[in-house]
């Protein structure tokens, strides 16, 4: 069991670093498009905004794993997906605090 354990964090370590990226930038495509005005298109804009968001997260929690380290860290060990998630998170709560609909 424990080679087949080592094995699977091998194979995402390789692969899980492309999807992470390839997912983050679905992401900014689809946040950077306006939203819809009425109230029902915002929230569903919304939702797959914070899903897509959720699914970035879950990725790097899987690299991290299959690093078998905690943190995720940039070329200089300043955490660059941490950061960017984050500040994604807080443009997700100022669209809900500033922009949301009536």
């Given at each position: 069991?424990s080679?087949?354990?080592?094995?699977?964090?091998?194979?995402?370590?390789?692969?899980?670093?492309?999807?992470?990226?390839?997912?983050?930038?679905?992401?900014?495509?689809?946040?950077?498009?306006?939203?819809?005005?009425?109230?029902?298109?915002?929230?569903?804009?919304?939702?797959?905004?914070?899903?897509?968001l959720?699914?970035?997260?879950?990725?790097?929690?899987?690299?991290?794993?299959?690093?078998?380290?905690?943190e995720?860290?940039?070329?200089?060990?300043n955490?660059?997906?941490?950061?960017?998630?984050?500040?994604?998170?807080?443009?997700?709560?100022?669209?809900?605090?500033?922009?949301?609909p009536?």
């Amino acid at each position: 069991m424990s080679e087949d354990l080592s094995g699977l964090r091998q194979k995402l370590a390789i692969s899980l670093p492309g999807r992470i990226q390839a997912a983050v930038a679905g992401y900014e495509i689809f946040v950077a498009s306006e939203p819809p005005v009425e109230a029902k298109g915002f929230a569903a804009w919304h939702a797959a905004a914070k899903s897509a968001l959720a699914h970035v997260d879950l990725l790097v929690k899987l690299a991290r794993w299959a690093e078998g380290g905690d943190e995720a860290e940039d070329a200089d060990g300043n955490g660059g997906i941490d950061r960017m998630l984050s500040q994604a998170r807080a443009a997700l709560d100022a669209l809900d605090d500033d922009e949301e609909p009536e």
